[in-house]
């Protein structure tokens, strides 16, 4: 297995949906069966055809797409509370998973949780039937911002929780939301500090949405909650990953995955909701890099007179990030640095993550 934490997060996932499942109560922003699409709920005699199925569509169209293919896939319970599950129907679920572990046909199991749902005994029953990972849905550090999203656990449960799975030697993930009733600047500033100082292996942030038949729809509807932005979404999902990237912490999703039920049904009454909201923020990751590079450029050698003319070398593959949803990035540059001639091409020799910066020099004529 990768050992690197900042990759733990990434797998194939088959995701078997057990809706609001093992939950002790509604939380106020939680539809599950809106986000899923109540035909994904399933019960544990559909788990092995479900995942044979996920298996073919692998087999036959990513090992198409990507001959080399080889990454991890993994099986995941998600969309609701598994370890709030009776223990048998919890072993219920698992049993069949786990054959395929066995069977090779599939690299480990995960599932997520609540803080509040971990204990000795029930990680011990996980860690039986093979589950590797276990993402805890910690939504946020700030007690009052838990209690008026109807999540009743404390930060120190939140520590015990992260601290027997790390003693069971499981990966730890942790799910946080932004934007929820009560959150401000420094309760979001506590949340990713104290996040951080539990170092899990990796991180997923979610933007708070309002879905149809929530709690929050009706606190919206009169009035007594207003989302974030798009924009202002992007700029918390940024400053998030970017603290956790310099701890080197993996951001592994950020939002919510889109499925053709959220559309079709309207679920999203309101809300920063955009089907690529990690593209937007890695861009936007991306155009504060460049800033960052050429604020340096900027007060090392000027030309007397001369316009400047820089291009910014970004790894091939992340090109189109860089230069920005409709070259957004590009004429922000462009804007700020007005006197100058940017141009971002892309560099075979650069790996992921790396950029550089060339000063192209005219000869005198
Ligand atoms: S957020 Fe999690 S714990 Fe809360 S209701 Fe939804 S699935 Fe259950």
Known sequence: MNKNKETYGRAKIIPVFLPNQGCPNRCIFCNQKEVVGTSLIHTPREVYPLIQAYLNTIRTSWQKKWPGFSERIEVA??????????????????RPAARLVSEGQIDGLRISTRPDYISEAGLELLASFGVKTVEVGVQSMDEEVLKRAGRLYSGHQVTRAVELLRGGGFIIGVHLMVGLPGEGPASRSET?????????????????????????????????YRPMSLDEAVEVCKEFSLRLMRSRIG??????????????????????????????????????????????????????????????????????????????????????????????????????????CVEIISAPV
Request: net charge positive.
């Open 77 to 94: 319970f998600y969309g609701g509370n598994f370890t709030g599950l009776p223990a048998e129907v919890q072993q219920e679920f698992l």
């Open 192 to 224: 990713i500090e104290k996040v951080i100082k539990l170092s899990p292996h990796f991180v997923r942030i979610h933007p708070t949405l309002v879905l149809k038949g929530t709690e929050l729809e009706r606190m919206y509807r009169e009035g007594n």
């Open 251 to 356: 951001v592994a999703r950020i939002g919510l995955q889109s499925v053709p039920q959220m559309q079709e049904s309207e679920s999203v009454i309101a809300g920063p909701f955009h089907p690529a909201l990690g593209e937007l923020v890695a861009s936007s990751i991306a155009y504060e890099r460049m800033e960052e590079l050429l604020s340096r450029q900027q007060s090392g050698r000027l030309e007397g007179g001369n316009k400047r003319q820089i291009m910014i070398l970004v790894p091939e593959r992340e090109l189109s990030m860089f230069i920005g949803h409709k070259r957004q990035n590009l004429n922000r540059l462009r804007q700020k640095y007005c006197g100058w001639q940017i141009c971002i091409q892309p560099d075979q020799s650069l790996k992921p993550g790396e950029l550089r």
